[in-house]
Structure formats: structure tokens, C-alpha cells
T-cell receptor
Framework: NAGVTQTPKFQVLKTGQSMTLQCAQD?????MYWYRQDPGMGLRLIYY???????DKGEVPNGYNVSRLNKREFSLRLESAAPSQTSVYFC??????????????FGDGTRLSIL | RKEVEQDPGPFNVPEGATVAFNCTYS??????FFWYRQDCRKEPKLLMS???SGNEDGRFTAQLNRASQYISLLIRDSKLSDSATYLC??????????FGTGTRLQVFP
């Protein structure tokens, strides 16, 4: 009964380092999403993948890249981490082609600090 | 103007009280509406979808007013465990959901 699994749960990086956040879902959902959540800002969409093989930019894509590896997995990469990317990152998934009509299921987040 | 606006609160209510939150949205083409609950430092979880005719799930009632472009959440007989942040979520025929920043509820004994 895993749902959406994110790794790692915590990470501290130095400015300029790179890393990849992993996300996997076992619900056979078509659509997957990456959000960041900052105090007072709410959830902001970074990138999403409406279906396997497609990815699109969200509200705040700069400094990030994504890969939809297969239907289950959707990774988020920071190529050169900056302190402004310190945040809590959530991966989510939803079923159906018109994912906007479907609720999203979230992983339990990755807390990322960049020094 | 933000696409989805909520009063951040906090709403401090005693156990057993009834409390209501409103959320306004700016896009009249919005089609799907949800309330999510987020506990401190945890992931958002779907509380309930909001249907045009309004809907109820136990102590929780959600209403949609398309003319005034707002949705509401009513919680009856508040429990300590209801303490959380409630996120209003809207979508308009796209693959994306638009999240409000949330309303914080604190229920005290």
C-alpha cells in the first residue's frame, strides 16, 4: 500500500552541487507532478508529466529538469543547486487523461536544504 | 490577483464548535474543486471533492457557488484531530491543479 514514494526524505547540499530526487507510484496513474512548498507561498508546480513520454513546465521550472523514466517513475534533477531552492519538494500522481479533474495523491516529501 | 485565495487564519475554535472556511477563485472557467488537508510538515491529503450541488462527508460539508466564484468547507463538531491546514484546490480543464496557500485551523480543548 505504498502509493507515492519519494527518496530521499532529507538532504543537505552545498551551493553548486547536483542531485536527483526520485519518485515512484504504484497506482498505475498516468500523470505525475513535482511541487515545491515554501512558507507563505503554498504549493507551486515545478514540472509535470501528463502521461508517459511527456513532460511540461509548471509555474517555477527554472533550475530544474525532469525525466519520466516510465509510467511509475518521475525524477527531478537540480543541476547546480542554489540556496533559493531550499524547500520541501512533493511528488504527486493522478489517474486519467484529464488529470485536472482528478485528485492528486502525494508522497511524503523531500526536505532539501542548500547551504 | 492570486488564482485561488484563502484566509490564512489561524482559526482557533473549541472542541465541538462549527467552523467554516471560504475560498475564492478568479477563473470562471474553473471546473474541478477539492479540499485538501495538510498536517504540519506532512504531505497534503485529499479531504473531499466539491460538487456543484454541494456534498457532505460525515462532519464535513463542501459547497460551491459558481456565480460568486467561491467554495466553502464547513466542519461541524470540531475535534482536536481536525487541527491542520486546509487547502482549497481548483482546476480548469487542464492537467494542473491550482492550490491555495491554505487556512490554518487550531482546535483547542
Amino acid at each position: 500500500n505504498a502509493g507515492v514514494t519519494q527518496t530521499p526524505k532529507f538532504q543537505v547540499l552545498k551551493t553548486g552541487q547536483s542531485m536527483t530526487l526520485q519518485c515512484a507510484q504504484d497506482m498505475n496513474h498516468n500523470s505525475m507532478y513535482w511541487y515545491r512548498q515554501d512558507p507563505g507561498m503554498g504549493l507551486r508546480l515545478i514540472y509535470y508529466s501528463a502521461s508517459e513520454g511527456t513532460t511540461d513546465k509548471g509555474e517555477v521550472p527554472n533550475g530544474y529538469n525532469v525525466s519520466r523514466l516510465n509510467k511509475r517513475e518521475f525524477s527531478l534533477r537540480l543541476e547546480s543547486a542554489a540556496p533559493s531552492q531550499t524547500s520541501v519538494y512533493f511528488c504527486a500522481s493522478s489517474e486519467g487523461v484529464w488529470a485536472g479533474n482528478q485528485p492528486q495523491h502525494f508522497g511524503d516529501g523531500t526536505r532539501l536544504s542548500i547551504l | 490577483r492570486k488564482e485561488v485565495e484563502q484566509d490564512p487564519g489561524p482559526f482557533n475554535v473549541p472542541e465541538g464548535a462549527t467552523v467554516a472556511f471560504n475560498c475564492t477563485y478568479s477563473n470562471s472557467a474553473s471546473q474541478s474543486f477539492f479540499w485538501y488537508r495538510q498536517d504540519c510538515r506532512k504531505e497534503p491529503k485529499l479531504l473531499m471533492s466539491v460538487y456543484s450541488s454541494g456534498n457532505e462527508d460525515g462532519r464535513f460539508t463542501a459547497q460551491l457557488n459558481r456565480a460568486s466564484q467561491y467554495i466553502s468547507l464547513l466542519i461541524r463538531d470540531s475535534k482536536l484531530s481536525d487541527s491542520a491546514t486546509y487547502l482549497c484546490v481548483v482546476s480548469y480543464n487542464t492537467d494542473k491543479l491550482i492550490f491555495g496557500t491554505g487556512t490554518r485551523l487550531q482546535v483547542f480543548p
